[in-house]
């Protein structure tokens, strides 16, 4: 029997897991910094910064999917941003992965949202054959950017003004 289902408290330490080995898998395990105590904080505080599904297999989880709202300026409408999905290594091929995607579709039309969209790593071939082969479009026009650590913390502190 499988099914996806929203995660609740009892879950965080099922999701950290379930990141860890997605770090493991995408060779980033040194940048994992996540506690069981901050992503409680995260999924299920008084602010909740994002959401989560669980896949599971009989009771036993097997892949996860976190995301946020994000806006379209163009739209005039917010969407989901899809931040991990993943699932285990030995669970692949079953058709998880395409039906945590497609949950997080259907959320998205619920809510009204004007699209679904996340970041794959370029080296990841079998990750973006299975995207466009569910209808998803590459945006190669795209450049993600980011700011983190000790250069966000240096530019939030700069006290430039426009001249």
């Given at each position: ?25 995408e ?9 069981e ?13 994002a ?64 699209r679904?969209?996340w ?25 993600i ?19």
């Amino acid at each position: 029997m499988f099914t996806v289902t929203p995660a609740t408290a009892a879950d965080v330490p099922t999701i950290l897991h379930l990141i860890r080995s997605l770090a493991e898998y995408e060779k980033l395990s040194h940048e994992v910094v996540a506690t069981e105590d901050s992503l409680s904080a995260a999924l299920f505080g008084e602010r909740p910064g994002a959401e989560c599904l669980i896949a599971r297999e009989n009771g036993e989880p097997v892949g996860f999917a976190l995301y946020f709202h994000n806006f379209s300026t163009f739209l005039s409408r917010r969407g989901l941003y899809l931040e991990d999905l993943f699932v285990e290594p030995a669970q692949r091929g079953k058709g998880y992965g395409k039906a945590l995607l497609q949950k997080l579709a259907q959320i998205a039309v619920e809510l009204g949202c004007g699209r679904l969209e996340w970041s794959v790593l370029d080296w990841n071939a079998p990750a973006i054959g299975f995207y466009e082969s569910l209808g998803a479009k590459l945006m190669t026009e795209w450049r993600i950017f980011r700011l983190t650590g000790e250069a966000l913390q240096t530019f939030a502190a700069t006290r430039d003004s426009p001249t």
